[in-house]
């Protein structure tokens, strides 16, 4: 099998595990053993139950990583899916199911990514590339990459989210307001 159908095959693998928000464990064991089978140097679940796999460069350098959550919003509407949420499947080049861009699709890629560089270059670069599989994103973002940030400490950090294949510069901060308002329920 070559690379891309490689690629193809471990997310549509990925896909098909149901993994809403506090059920990625199994998801989470799949991450985990890929990048062992793709030779990571280093493989963990932390305590939220994120994945962090590291590859070591062969010289002294920054620290890169690669970040993409594995948790996905669930479904509640399958009846009127087009293509069952969970089967992956193939239609026009394109794969569908739930969680495909959001962001099963991203972390498979970058996995695949890490390890066909570190392979291809003989692990010949400077520094650490990291690639992290992060839960509950869908309802307490930013909790467990806070975690993941904490076991890695990148220099630089990529977020596979889709963005109609443009560069994006990340938030630098976050306001969450509340509101409580007092009066008769009506409409």
Known sequence: MDRDQALIA??????RIPSPSGQEK?????????????GFDEVQIDRYGSV???I????PGKTILMDGHIDNVDVIDAAEWKHDPFGAE????KIYGRGTSD???SVTAMISAAAHFAKDTDKDFA?????SCTVHEECFEGISSREITKLAKPDFVIIGEATSTTVKI???GRAEVVVETEGKSCH
């Open 52 to 54: 962090l796999g590291r």
């Open 170 to 172: 990340g938030q630098r």
């Open 56 to 59: 070591h460069g062969k010289r």
């Open 90 to 93: 193939i239609d026009e080049g």
């Open 127 to 131: 520094g650490d590339i990291c690639v």
């Open 10 to 15: 471990f997310c549509q693998e990925a896909i």
């Open 103 to 105: 962001m099963k699709g």
């Open 26 to 38: 199994q998801v989470a064991e799949l991450m985990k053993a890929k990048m062992e089978e793709y």
